[in-house]
T-cell receptor
Framework: AQTVTQSQPEMSVQEAETVTLSCTYD???????LFWYKQPPSRQMILVIR??????QNATENRFSVNFQKAAKSFSLKISDSQLGDTAMYFC?????????????FGPGTRLSVLP | DSGVTQTPKHLITATGQRVTLRCSPR?????VYWYQQSLDQGLQFLIQ???????AKGNILERFSAQQFPDLHSELNLSSLELGDSALYFC??????????????FGPGTRLTVL
């Protein structure tokens, strides 16, 4: 079974600075997908960024980028120019591609606080 | 606003009871997913339906069941409730049955409290 580990339960960063959240996973699959979801205090789950395992290029979405190291099974999220609205729980998620459906495995989350 | 709606927002009930949670997917989405988020278990995938049929199953208890109706809304039924079932239950929807570009959009969740 796949597992996802986020070793940092809590982190904080000053506004406008850069922070990196760690995620490692364990799988024997070769084709899979990785995601970062954000859950602000409103509890809504919001997709931040997605990475296909077969792509070597790291995904980027505006201020959010990932460092995907397939051999090391590592998928870290970098947030540049942190904003107060980035304060949230961040979940790393693994998805094994199936022909007939999806099955997400989420990490335990990292609580990020952006300080003014 | 993701476009996914869930009702009710909050539900308080007693042990042994049965409840039904409802989810309406985004317009045009064919897949519905159910998740349970509790303090000790984190976010757990329960089940996926695609166009009325079960597509993937996760850590769903036998006391729980779900279905997707012809209008594509879905219901999650929880029976013989236990204290440990208290959690936030999320529904998500996506356009297709899966795939790298098939993004899941989450609803606001239903908070279930079992007393």
């Amino acid at each position: 079974a796949q597992t996802v580990t986020q070793s940092q339960p809590e982190m904080s960063v000053q506004e406008a600075e850069t922070v990196t959240l760690s995620c490692t996973y364990d799988t024997s699959e070769n084709n899979y997908y990785l995601f970062w979801y954000k859950q602000p205090p409103s509890r809504q789950m919001i997709l931040v960024i997605r990475q296909e395992a077969y792509k070597q290029q790291n995904a980027t979405e505006n201020r959010f980028s990932v460092n995907f190291q397939k051999a090391a099974k590592s998928f870290s999220l970098k947030i540049s120019d942190s904003q107060l609205g980035d304060t949230a729980m961040y979940f790393c998620a693994f998805m094994k591609q199936r022909n007939y459906g999806q099955n997400f495995v989420f990490g335990p989350g990292t609580r990020l606080s952006v300080l003014p | 606003d993701s476009g996914v709606t869930q009702t009710p927002k909050h539900l308080i009930t007693a042990t042994g009871q049965r409840v039904t949670l409802r989810c309406s997917p985004r317009s045009g989405d064919l897949s519905v997913y159910w998740y349970q988020q509790s303090l000790d278990q984190g976010l757990q995938f329960l089940i996926q339906y695609y166009n009325g049929e079960e597509r993937a199953k996760g850590n769903i208890l036998e006391r729980f069941s779900a279905q997707q109706f012809p209008d594509l809304h879905s219901e999650l039924n929880l029976s013989s409730l236990e204290l440990g079932d208290s959690a936030l239950y999320f529904c998500a929807s996506s356009a297709l049955a899966g795939g790298s570009t098939d993004t899941q959009y989450f609803g606001p969740g239903t908070r279930l409290t079992v007393l």
